[in-house]
């Protein structure tokens, strides 16, 4: 939870008491403080909201937030689409020769605004947790909502259970960038119960 701050200035408290009766100083100092009270009071609240919530920033908030964290979000993989399903066969979606049909000269991807949200909130949540099941269900249902969670298998895996078909960024984020809360030494998979 970020602190919330007063990012107010109140320049007439710099006015001493001999030069309150200057009309002209105090004018000058009014010009100032509409100023202040435009321009740098809404841009750290913009600052605010467009970059330390990772609920509301924009693409440049996801970007500082994608080096704090160490998440790229560029993606070399030609098997994300728009639509969230890639073409394809098996878990990956793949077809022949291990890997879909692009047009040529397509390579990196970037990741939708929303779908970096997730990706860095599912990062930190990775990062700052202990991963139970009971945590790791509260990220899931945070990060994509009711009837995705996680459940541990007989042989000590989890399994990340979602009720639709996965789509294809999703899995690319699970196998490629490592933001899914897992604990230590256990494996982990993705599985379409729909």
Known sequence: MIRTFDFSINLKQAILWQYEEASSLI???QNKQNFVDEN???FWNDWYNDVLVVDTCNFFGASVWAIILDVPLLINAPFITEGGVGF???EFRQNFEYSNFQPIGQGAQLLTLQQRRISLKMRYQ???TGAS???INKILFDAFGAGVYARKTANMAIEYVFPF???SWIIYIFSSLDVFPTPATVSATLVEEP
């Open 133 to 135: 099941i009971p945590e």
């Open 126 to 128: 990775r990062l700052t």
């Open 88 to 90: 394809g066969f098996g």
């Open 40 to 42: 740098h009071t809404q």
């Open 165 to 167: 078909i996965i789509p």
């Open 27 to 29: 004018a000058l100092v």
